[in-house]
């Protein structure tokens, strides 16, 4: 409540704290949680009005509703309209590392040329896959014969199997290029990575607006001799990549950019290290002519996604970004690739179902911008003649010139003036209505953060945006999502904020929904562990398992076997927490993450074993924490480095320690490598550690991660760092061969 004072000093002085502090409220844009879910609204269908002012501001009683551009000159406005609020990641033509040749791979043989095929029934692991049957793109793969791994921005096959025999037999060196994942599909190699050479973007007089995305299919029919038979080039940044049968589908991120370039480029010749062979470079126009974006290479020859394949939202944006969805035929790569586009805010997390691809994104609703908008709307009689013709002319102001934000913020700039220069008496009593209306809106819309899902339906290679729907609070990582059946599942957290309105700080609390094929909510379970956050997810079968933290780690398990009826079957606490959590059987849950007292400090490295057949109460039936207080594994954060086999009861963790001596004030000699275990349903033993700690050069590694993944075929086992792949037996983990790979190179000598 704003006071008055007896001097006309004083009450200048008033005004101006007044004015200071709304420019806090607006700065702060505090938020508050109101627990209670939004209701499902009709769903507005606006069409897309070319150069219209639109505030850039979320509603969440709106319904998210799907549409399509129906002309370049929509889809032209639409950029424009977002412009300069935009987020540009990623690599781009200008300022990244060049080097003289502008070729982008050579292949190389290895010691000699071994060619053969696959061993008969050689059995070997898969990639650490979320879903059955959808195969995740990853650094290695292995066809239970050979070992395809990306390592130093080259990718290495070796023949891996006999270990005895284990070599590299061919090497494609890539240049000018960060080299991201890869598949393997019968006898074709498919490489993603992100391209940046400023010669090929001269050469073909084409620019990206936010990097470039390649994808190059080899031929394997003999692996010592990779053969490239297909070469693609997509505008945008490499985002994520899944897998179904014979169809890669892969995501990449553009940022919205309008702007004429000439059309087509199409080259002659037979590609060769990224360029056309010869020296011309044949126009078939070289009229300037506006291309819709984002725009693809095909062996050179310019297109982009049509018109009618790029959607976007009935909501505005902040920070526009394309999302594209490719999906291509491995194993028929002269086939077309089909692509759609979606416009969408900055994007999070990817999950792939058997059947939809569903992307990820936050929203918040900004109190400060609701209170804006009440506030404007109370002094619109109050605006003189004069300055409602400017605010006319900002909203009529060429996009170009002033994005929508801006718009925005000279309007709201308009109006706070007004504010300023009345009575103090009016400004309290309008304080006061705007504070009533605030908190009503507030109760309206429910939560002030909001996961965004975007749902794509793919089938062999068809690609169907089905449309979005949105839940409160934020998620994780993938493990957050699941479908079963017809139903989406997901667990978020809301976070902790600070309610201006309450006066006090709001705690975060975690909730689970379900929703129906059209995205709608249909049943939601909310509030559980006030005060802590979701550290890790596990949707198995009809039940979640779910992990958060604060002090103590609650492990839940939750029935979501009736969607409509989502209950808490039970918990456990006990210290410490579980960053990723590992299905061992249907009675067994691993979860491995970090030890710590009860008062949340860490002590160590932990491995898990939870029993869920009393589902009411679980229990953590054996454990495993390493002495070394700071010890880490990558397998935290990134599933695919975790690798297990029941059969075999052989679990596998990168792990590094770096522990420092605080008696003697020095750095103790850590390790670095992989633990091997053996575990079993209810005992996990540490059997030993595969060590990377030393590259060729000698040089010790114990101040980073080294080992990035494991694999085995049939009774050996393989562990692979950067610059090293060793082979063991799993057996009694005895040491079978070292194949090097190419470390990174150093401009000085190595002693």
Same mark, same amino acid.
């Given at each position: ?8 000093? /004083? ?47 979320? %509603? ?7 549409? /399509? ?11 424009? %309209? ?91 060196? &890539? ?44 031929? !394997? ?13 997509? $505008? ?50 070289? *009229? %300037? ?37 490719? =999906? ?16 969408? $805010? ?11 691809? &569903? ?7 900004? $109190? ?114 699941? $479908? ?41 379970? @909310?509030?559980?562990?006030?005060? @802590? ?47 990723? !959590? ?12 970090? *030890? ?31 002495? @070394? ?8 954060? *990134? ?5 297990? %086999?029941? *059969? ?7 792990? &590094? ?13 850590? &390790?670095?490598? =992989? ?77």
């Amino acid at each position: 409540m704003i006071t008055r004072r007896g001097s006309k000093m /004083t009450q200048k002085m008033s005004s101006i704290v007044i004015g200071m502090a709304l420019i806090a409220l607006l700065v702060l844009g505090a938020c508050t949680q109101l627990q209670q879910p939004p209701q499902q609204q009709p769903t507005q269908q606006p069409t897309y009005i070319v150069g219209a002012y639109n505030e850039a501001k979320f %509603d969440p009683v709106v319904a998210v509703s799907t549409k /399509t551009f129906k002309s370049a000159s929509e889809l032209s406005s639409f950029i424009k %309209d977002n412009a300069n609020q935009q987020y540009y990641g990623g690599y781009g033509g200008i300022g990244m590392p060049l080097t003289s040749d502008v070729g982008m791979v050579k292949v190389s043989a290895g010691a000699e040329s071994v060619q053969s095929a696959p061993s008969a029934g050689s059995q070997y692991s898969q990639t650490n896959n979320q879903v059955a049957g959808v195969d995740e793109a990853d650094i290695i793969k292995t066809d239970g014969d050979y070992i395809y791994t990306i390592s130093n921005n080259n990718v290495y096959i070796i023949k891996a199997y006999p270990g005895a025999d284990a070599q590299v037999v061919a090497t494609l060196k &890539y240049q000018d290029s960060d080299l991201q994942s890869l598949f393997i599909q019968g006898k074709h190699l498919a490489v993603f990575g992100n391209y940046y050479n400023a010669g090929f973007f001269k050469e073909t007089d084409f620019r990206p607006t936010s990097g470039l995305t390649f994808l190059n299919i080899y031929e !394997l029919s003999d692996p010592s001799a990779p053969k490239l038979v297909k070469e693609y080039k997509f $505008e945008g940044n490499y985002f994520n990549a899944r897998m179904k049968g014979d169809f890669a589908y892969f995501v990449v991120r553009s940022a919205p950019e309008d702007r004429p370039i000439p059309m087509p480029l199409i080259f002659e010749g037979i590609v060769n290290g990224g360029v056309p062979v010869g020296d011309e470079v044949v126009r078939s126009d070289t *009229e %300037d002519k506006p291309i819709p974006m984002p725009r693809m290479l095909d062996d050179f020859k310019r297109s982009s996604v049509p018109i009618g394949d790029i959607y976007y939202y009935n909501f505005p944006y902040r920070n526009p970004q394309f999302v594209t969805v490719h =999906a291509i035929d491995l194993s028929a790569p002269d086939e077309p690739i089909s692509s759609k586009t979606i416009a969408v $805010e900055y994007s999070q997390n990817l999950y792939m179902s058997e059947n939809n691809i &569903y992307i990820t994104y936050t929203e918040w609703v900004q $109190e400060w911008e609701l209170r804006q908008e009440i506030s404007n709307t109370f002094l619109e009689g109050r605006i003189s003649a004069t300055d409602l013709a400017i605010i006319e002319k900002i909203k009529a102001a060429d996009n170009d010139v002033l994005s929508q934000y801006e718009k925005q913020q000279k309007i709201s700039n308009i109006y706070n003036s007004y504010f300023y220069l009345l009575p103090q008496k009016e400004q309290d009593e309008l304080n006061d209505q705007i504070e009533g209306l605030l908190e009503a809106k507030l109760k309206e819309i429910g939560y002030l953060e909001y996961t965004v899902i975007n749902k794509i339906a793919v089938n062999n290679g068809e690609i169907k945006v089905e449309g979005s729907g949105k839940v409160p609070g934020q998620i994780i990582n993938q493990f957050s999502m699941d $479908e079963n059946g017809d139903n989406f599942r997901i667990a978020t957290t809301l976070s902790q904020r600070w309610s201006r309105l309450a006066k006090q700080q709001t705690e975060s609390t975690n909730n689970v929904y379900a929703l129906d094929k059209d995205m709608k909510i249909v049943g939601m379970l @909310e509030g559980l562990a006030p005060g @802590e956050q979701i550290y890790s997810t596990r949707f198995i079968g009809s039940r979640l398992y779910m992990v958060t933290f604060r002090q103590v780690d609650p492990f839940f398990v939750i029935d979501l076997s009736n969607p409509r009826e989502i209950k808490e079957l039970g918990k456990l606490k006990l210290p410490g927490f579980s960053r990723y !959590l590992h299905p061992y059987d249907a009675d067994t849950i691993i979860g491995i993450g970090q *030890e710590s007292t009860e008062q949340g400090r860490v002590t160590g490295l932990k491995i898990s074993l939870f029993d869920v057949s009393d589902v009411a109460n679980p229990k953590e039936a054996a454990k495993f924490v390493t002495d @070394e207080r700071y010890a880490q594994s990558t397998a935290l954060w *990134e599933h695919k480095a975790f690798l297990f %086999d029941k *059969e075999k009861q052989l679990l596998v963790i990168p792990v &590094y320690s770096n522990e420092f001596d605080s008696e003697f004030g020095k750095q103790q000699q850590g &390790y670095n490598g =992989a633990f091997v275990f053996s575990i079993a349903s209810d005992s996990i033993k540490l059997r030993g550690l595969i060590d990377h700690s030393r590259n060729q050069t000698g040089q010790d590694y114990y101040y980073q991660p080294m080992v990035e993944r494991s694999l085995w075929i049939n009774e050996l086992l393989y562990t692979k760092s950067p610059a090293l792949l060793r082979i063991n037996k799993i057996e009694d983990l005895g040491s079978v061969k070292n194949v090097q790979l190419q470390g990174t190179p150093t401009n000085f000598p190595v002693y």
